[in-house]
């Protein structure tokens, strides 16, 4: 959420950009089950419970089976370079969620390249 909220004020401030499509966050690819497993990792354990498909979308829903996402767009606009890696990001939002746990202060930078 903090990179939308960097990239968006960015994207506002330039009126040449407004009125185009732009991926925000991070590029890099990770499945919703590899995500889960980060999750639970960084949580201290547990097991991951399935919701069948046609309980967690409505009938007619279309998910798609990959995203990749693309921040080349937002790169040439505004110069995005993401500050913060996924588990960084993680391990806020496991704190904020339960702030007895055992999750060790996030907020390293991502190295630019």
Do not use: W
């Amino acid at each position: 959420m903090r990179a939308v909220v960097r990239g968006l004020a960015a994207l506002m401030d330039d009126t040449d950009l407004h009125g185009r499509v732009y991926n925000v966050g991070c590029d890099a690819e990770i499945t919703i089950d590899a995500l889960a497993d980060r999750v639970i990792t960084l949580a201290g354990g547990g097991a991951k419970r399935y919701l069948p498909y046609d309980q967690a979308y409505a009938p007619g829903f279309e998910d798609p089976k990959r995203r990749v996402p693309d921040l080349t767009r937002l790169r040439d606009a505004i110069d995005f370079k993401p500050k913060y890696t996924l588990d960084d990001t993680l391990n806020d939002l496991i704190i904020a969620a339960d702030p007895e746990s055992k999750v060790q202060g996030p907020k390293s930078k991502v190295k630019s390249p």
